[in-house]
């Protein structure tokens, strides 16, 4: 009867852990030898990747204990030099100057001339399907315009 009443509370303390949504990813929930079961609070980043219209997305969620850190990024292409093409370049330039405003895209040049899109948004409570979805298509939403452009010149 004892082991019934702590498997209850246990399975409540869990129900309750649930409304807040819980964590994606391997390891997420351990499972106790007496049958108790806990969402794991010490995990590591979960990382995804899809593909895109030929580009390689990469998704990580970061778990911290009050919040999630997702982020999204791809490698667009490399930015032309002016001596092998001017005209590109300055268009380029002009394209990345207009994705400034952007709410949730960033577009950037690194050292390597190597141009990447990117997001980082810390998300309340533990992520879950559906606010992955959102986030994800959130980005796509606002990215792939400029990407599309992007691609005609890279």
């Known amino acids: 009867m004892e082991q019934a009443i ?7 303390g869990l129900a309750q852990s649930a409304q807040a ?7 997420a929930l351990l499972f106790g030898e007496d049958g ?3 969402v794991n609070s010490d995990r590591s980043p979960s990382r995804h990747h899809f593909y895109l ?4 997305f990469h998704v990580s969620i970061t778990p911290r ?4 850190l997702f982020q999204i990024w791809a ?13 590109k370049r300055a268009k380029l330039q002009t394209i990345l100057r207009a994705t400034a405003s952007l709410r949730t895209a960033r577009f950037i040049v690194d050292e390597q001339q190597k141009v990447l899109v990117l ?7 533990h992520v879950s399907l559906t606010d992955l979805m959102y986030e994800t298509v959130q980005f796509i939403q606002e ?7 992007f691609g005609s010149y890279l």
């Open 36 to 38: 108790t079961v806990r």
């Open 143 to 149: 990215a792939r315009p400029y990407l599309r452009i």
């Open 119 to 125: 997001s980082q948004q810390d998300v309340p409570g």
């Open 53 to 56: 219209d030929g580009l390689l």
């Open 21 to 27: 949504g819980l964590p994606l990813g391997k390891d």
């Open 6 to 12: 702590v498997t209850v509370q246990n399975l409540a």
């Open 75 to 87: 490698e667009v292409g490399f930015m032309p030099y002016t001596i092998e093409a001017p005209e």
């Open 65 to 68: 204990p009050e919040s999630t």
